[in-house]
Structures are given as structure tokens and as C-alpha cells.
């Protein structure tokens, strides 16, 4: 048995099964008296050609700006679903929550509706929401530049010479111009009101409880959800979670990422030294493929390389940052392959295809509701000296985790927000039924292992965890291991959960 498991064991022994049966607290109570029933207009969504089930339905939830003002402004998500076929069977809904913040819970639906109705058969409706400032649902602006909102950009990849001043001018030009343009609706981007919204899903889609499959940042809503409506959740799934150290939240998420692109790096270097990959293959032995790479990018910092994208050239920073998001995923290993085969290449007639992530800016929206999210929910550092001790961090950064070049530790525009959190992170705890099933590859480049550990010890005997012995970002139905996805669909299906952690 593991050191926090054993600490935890005879408390939550003796609060679990009581909390498993908690009702809604009167305050609670009178929020939801308060709030206007929610209703839905379901229709045939829009778009059936882009490849989901044939019967996903779409509509528009009206929820308040300010959940403290519930009769006051509101706007508008977008919500989707796909209902159980056979009412005999059916147990409830699923929510599906996609990653971010920024992710779209209606496309991830729609990407994975025919793949889950195939695991959990008529189970549940599988239901979805696009959270404030994402997709269709109510968006925000900031109208920043299109220059600032590349992820090279976006993320505050320092200077080729390790210098952050352009990072921290950034910072400062994108805070002030989110405060002076993002107006209510920016600010009331926090998790805390994207569960709110939850809920009020969940009581206009009629059921007393809800049962959830959150990835990334999805897993960490779902997580706060179930730590502010312990009462409403049925079987909750966690993959690929995040530390969910209340004082810094993305802060850690960031600084672990230096770590977690090196745990993940050594699959691709694999992929890309394996005899298999014929033409496409980079180097004789793995151990080649991080030099490569590294010197590559270091060239490119002194000459970017005309691209597939007129006016985007390749630079260093776009190859590291398409490095670290095709890690996410085998399917992504050869188009990074070919793109550092072509950098590589001396015939100036081949120029590197730009993959989507890295080829221009992302929209406006976007940009505001991911910057957004995590400066409104908790406060970073700010003030005299942050700047010192933000160079500081970036240059040990750099140093011990050079294929991340200290992006993980540089300045972001929270250091400038001009708005203070509007309450305080929820802390998740060991109080609440136990009903929670953290899954997670040991090899996350985003979201690693060591960091998922920590919201399983927060959770104590609530939640079991299930370690896949796979490299990539989402494990359930993502990396293809056949025993975790097993694991995950019996949990929703039957409600059995493993009896103690288990690894696959």
C-alpha cells in the first residue's frame, strides 16, 4: 500500500461511507430555488458530416453571467448530446469534458460519441457542453495582435538567447489589453463558474445526478465539481489530471511541463530511430534523435527556414513547440518527422509543412478564454522583483530541461492581470463518496504522472487510480491499451472500480 494511502486510509474509511449518501446543503438548496429551471430546445445538429453519431442533437443553455445574480445578463452555451437508445438500459448521462481551458466539449462529443456508444452501448445519453468563451457558446475578446497569439506567443517561449524581455512586454500588452476589452464576460471565466454551468446542465437536462469522462483540464473541472457537488455525481472518471495544488494551479501545471516532455520524449525518439520507418527515419539509435533535434532548433534560432506558410518562417521556438504537442500522440509522430527532416534538409527548394498547431495564429476567442481561465482563477506572482526571479527561473530552466528551452517558467500575462481572483481555488479533498477512477499514462507530456499522483492524494480512498503503461495525452480511448480502456468501461458500466490502484 502507498505512503498516502496508508495516511489516508481510516479517515476516509469513516467519512466515505456517509458522505456517499450526503444531500444538498441548504445553501445549495437555495441557490438552486433561486436560479430560474433551466430548459433545452434540442435539434439535429448542424454539421452531421464531420463524422459523429448520425442522432447527436444540439441546443442553447441560457445560464447567468454572475451565478450570484441569477436574474441578471446571461449568455449563452452550447450543449449537445447522444441519447441512450434503449430506455431499459439506460443508467443516466455521461458528460463528456473536453481539455483547455478552451476545449470544445460539443466537438469532443462528436469526435468520440460513436467510439464511447461502442464501449458503453445505451448505458447513458452522452451529453456535452461547450464552457463559456469556448466553441459556439458565448464568446470573449481581447483583440490582441495577431503576432501575440501564436502558441509560440501565447506560451512565452524566450528568446534564442534565453532573454524573456520580449515575454515580459507581451505579458504586460496582452493584460491590459484583455482588461480594457474582455469586459464581463472574460471576466467571469473561472472553473468555478464553468462548474456552475455544470450543474445547471445537469438540472436542465433533468437528472439528479450526472456521471463524467473529463480529460486534461476536463478532469480537473470534473474534479472541482465533485468536490462543490459531491451529492450530484454518479461514477466519475479523471484522465489525465493535473496537480490540483490549490495555491498555484496552471502555474505547476506549467513548470511541470519541462518534465513531462522529457519523460515522453524517448517514444518518439524510438519511433524515429525504428528501421520501420524507412525514408522517414532520423537517426540510426534513439540516442541521436535529442542532439538532432536540439542542434536543429539551435540553427533555426540563427536562420529560420522559409516554410509551407508564407511569412511564417520555422524558427527554433515553432520546431520545440510542435515537438512537445506531437507528443501527445503516436499519430503525430510522422508529420514531426517529416517537418525536422525538412528543416534539416540543405536543397532550398524543400520547404517544412507547417502541422496546424504551429502554422498561424489562433483566433482571438481562443486566445482570451485560455489566457483568461488561468489568470482568474488564482493569483500569480506579481510585484517587485517578479521579473528578476522570472529570468532567474527561465535560465535553470533551460538548463535542465533544454527541449523545453524554460517556456515552463517564464512570465505570462497573470503576472499583469488587473483583475484579482474573484474567490478562492477549491481545494479537492478526501471528503465525498467514493466514486472517482483517476486514469493515467505514466509518460504525459502535458499532464504527467507525478502530477496525477497528487490529485490521488488529495482524493484518498474517493477515488482508485488505474496507471497505463503508455506514452501520450489521454488515455481512455486515446492510446490504444486495451486493459486501462477495460478498466475505465467496467467502472462506467457496472460501477466496479479495481480494489485497490492498479496498473496496466
Not at 150 to 172: E, K, Q, V
Not at 215 to 226: D, F, I, L, R
Not at 303 to 321: A, C, D, F, I, M
Not at 434 to 451: A, E, K, M
Request: glycine share 8%; hydrophobic share 35%; aromatic share 6%.
Amino acid at each position: 500500500m502507498s505512503t498516502y494511502r496508508s495516511k489516508s486510509l481510516l479517515l476516509a474509511l469513516s467519512t466515505a461511507a456517509a458522505l456517499s449518501t450526503l444531500t444538498a446543503t441548504p445553501s445549495a438548496q437555495a441557490a438552486e430555488a433561486a436560479t430560474p429551471q433551466p430548459t433545452l430546445t434540442w435539434t439535429p445538429c448542424a454539421r452531421p458530416d464531420l463524422g459523429g453519431p448520425t442522432t447527436q442533437e444540439c441546443a442553447t443553455l441560457s445560464v447567468p453571467v454572475d451565478h450570484a445574480d441569477p436574474t441578471g445578463p446571461r449568455l449563452d452555451l452550447a450543449v449537445s448530446r447522444v441519447r441512450s437508445e434503449d430506455p431499459a438500459k439506460r443508467r443516466g448521462a455521461l458528460l463528456v469534458l473536453a481539455g483547455g481551458p478552451g476545449g470544445s466539449g460539443v466537438q469532443r462529443l462528436t469526435q468520440r460519441g460513436t467510439k464511447l456508444r461502442a464501449q458503453l452501448g445505451d448505458t447513458y445519453d452522452l451529453v456535452a457542453l461547450d464552457p463559456r468563451g469556448t466553441g459556439k457558446s458565448t464568446r470573449a475578446d481581447c483583440q490582441l495582435p495577431a503576432s501575440d497569439r501564436h502558441l509560440t506567443t501565447l506560451r512565452s517561449w524566450p528568446a534564442p538567447d534565453g532573454s524573456i524581455d520580449a515575454n515580459i512586454d507581451r505579458s504586460r500588452r496582452t493584460a491590459d489589453l484583455c482588461a480594457r476589452n474582455g469586459g464581463p464576460v472574460l471576466r467571469s471565466l473561472t472553473t468555478a463558474n464553468q462548474v456552475r454551468d455544470m450543474d445547471l446542465f445537469r438540472r436542465a437536462l433533468g437528472e439528479q445526478k450526472l456521471s463524467a469522462w473529463g480529460t486534461s483540464y476536463g478532469a480537473y473541472a470534473a474534479a472541482v465539481y465533485a468536490q462543490k457537488f459531491p451529492h450530484r455525481t454518479d461514477r466519475w472518471v479523471l484522465d489525465s489530471v493535473a496537480d490540483p495544488d490549490p495555491k498555484r494551479l496552471a502555474q505547476t501545471w506549467m513548470r511541470n511541463t519541462g518534465q513531462a516532455v522529457e519523460d515522453a520524449f524517448p517514444a518518439f525518439a524510438a519511433w524515429a530511430s525504428d528501421p520501420a520507418r524507412g525514408a522517414d527515419r532520423l537517426a540510426e539509435h534513439p540516442s541521436a534523435v535529442r542532439p538532432l533535434i536540439l542542434s536543429l532548433a539551435v540553427r533555426l534560432d540563427r536562420t529560420p527556414k522559409e516554410s509551407s506558410v508564407p511569412g511564417t518562417p520555422l524558427t527554433g521556438n515553432h520546431l520545440r513547440q510542435a515537438l512537445q504537442n506531437s507528443l501527445y500522440g503516436e499519430a503525430n509522430y510522422l508529420p514531426l518527422a517529416r517537418l525536422i527532416a525538412a528543416a534539416s534538409s540543405t536543397d532550398p527548394k524543400v520547404k517544412p509543412v507547417l502541422t496546424p498547431d504551429i502554422a498561424g495564429p489562433l483566433p482571438d476567442a481562443d486566445a482570451a478564454t485560455t489566457i483568461g481561465v488561468i489568470c482568474n482563477d488564482v493569483r500569480w506572482p506579481a510585484g517587485p522583483g517578479t521579473t528578476a526571479a522570472y529570468r532567474r527561473a527561465v535560465r535553470a530552466d533551460r538548463t535542465r530541461y533544454p527541449l523545453t528551452a524554460g517556456f515552463p517558467a517564464n512570465i505570462t500575462p497573470c503576472s499583469y492581470w488587473k483583475w484579482t481572483p474573484a474567490e478562492k481555488p477549491t481545494r479537492i479533498t478526501s471528503s465525498g463518496p467514493s466514486n472517482i477512477l483517476v486514469v493515467q499514462n505514466r509518460r504525459d507530456p502535458s499532464t504527467p504522472y507525478f502530477g496525477a499522483l497528487k490529485m490521488r492524494e488529495a482524493l484518498g480512498e474517493r477515488a482508485r487510480l488505474v496507471s497505463v503503461d503508455k506514452t501520450g495525452h489521454g488515455s481512455y480511448l486515446g492510446t490504444g491499451n486495451a486493459c486501462g480502456d477495460a478498466r475505465v468501461t467496467a467502472f462506467l458500466t457496472t460501477g466496479v472500480r479495481p480494489a485497490a490502484d492498479t496498473s496496466c
